[in-house]
């Protein structure tokens, strides 16, 4: 999708589209072609169109040999949210409507500029979608508009245009990551994947097998033991700050590539969803692409912990005792726990690496966290209230909404074992919670941490004005936000 940017509409478009504020159709009266204002008011009116957030009415204007489409599109409280709804829900009724071309007129709208790029991205993030795998689409289904001609009274793009694109190259890196079928995504693909970020400036360094097992990773090789793809530790590091010297932020992301449960097999029953086990590596990922992409003035690194997670001859079983890097050993009560045994030893790694004062994680680490949050909002665990208040306040603005939940002794006490340190499971109530007193066993002293368990988040089994059902994207904005407001500048 292509956006240029005019001072007024071009002659020849297929499509004119009028962004109206809730109640405002009588006062966009002066927007609208001369001629036909009364008549589409009225028509819209009649269809109950009100200019509520994300609502559409589609009418044509003109002469019957030059019927032009004329879209109106809700923008609700003409800021913040709203505005990025009404894009998707503009190029959701467009994009394979058969035109190619579409002027959005906002001229005489006083949109700031802030508020105009979130529209503008709203458009670009609904018209992201993955065809790789269709081979019989008719022509009907096919997407057909590209060209977006926006119509502003200057003719200029939006200040902060550039960055609005920049994180939708990161989104839409990470929608594709989750979505790719695990046959074609596994461990050593997700890195290729991710290697092309080293022409954006991000320096990628890869571990494999060899070098987790000198380093003693036994939590996280021990769920890769049953898979015949090999484990990967990836590591973007991106450094938009003068100083080379400076400590990173470290960000965190379970990549379990398949989640068949291992020997604690999963039901059949929807185990293909167990594809997107990968949603924290991806917004991980995505968000390096968006960083480097925007040049953000911050030092991250992205680290992702990559494995299968496959019954098998040689697949770990209920009951063994694996050593983590730092020394702690685990009683893998269920090798369906795995999120928490990949994660260990990558938050331990990254810090024994880069000593960070700030680390978080992201993972699709349980299902209960569907249970009790739903698909509204991720949940957010920390040992730091600012941190976390941080991140919630990030995901208010960007739209990527987290929800916090507690951490305590008593928690922790839960996951103790009879024959090791810990074990990878507490009882069946609080079972989020129990999996992030885990991760925080691995969290030394002095250090931010959150951890975000995004399990009902990176896959929407609807359709929503900014994501067709599938990969949301979820993470990229959030993180990005949250490196804007406290790690740059
Ligand atoms: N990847 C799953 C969590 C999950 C489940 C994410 C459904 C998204 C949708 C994770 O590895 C897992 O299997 N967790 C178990 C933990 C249990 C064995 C303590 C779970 O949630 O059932
Ligand atoms: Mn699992
Ligand atoms: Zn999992």
Redesign the pocket.
Known sequence: MNFTFAASTPQRIEAVAYPIAADGLDAAAGRLPEGASGLVRAAARAARFDGGAASVFETYVGEADAPQRLVLVGIGKGAGADLENAGGALVARLLTSGITSLAVDVSGLNLSDTDLARLLFGMRERAWRIDTYRTRMKDQEKPTLVDIVVVTGGGKAPAGWDRQIGIYEGVALARELVSEPANVLYPESFVERCRPLADLGVEIDVLDEGQMKSLGMGALLGVAQGSVRPPRLLVMRWNGTDDDASTPLCLVG?G?TF?S?GI?L?PGA?ME??K??M?GAAAVAGTMKALAARKAKAHVVGICGLVE?MPDGNAQRPGDVVTSMSGQTIEV??T?????LVLCDALHWAQKTYAPDTILDL????????IALGHEHGGVFSNDDALAGSLIDAGLQSGDKLWRLPLSDAYDKLINSPIADMK???P?QA??I??AQFLQRYIEKGVKWAHLDI??M??SDKDTPIWAKGATGYGVRLLDRYIADNHEG
């Open positions: 379970k379990v989640d449960g604690s999963k929807g969803d167990m997107w086990d949603g997670n009560i269920n369906d726990a795995e999120g928490r993972a699709t680490l349980t299902g209960a966290m569907i990878n499971v507490g069946r079972g989020s129990t999996a399990a009902g990176v896959w």
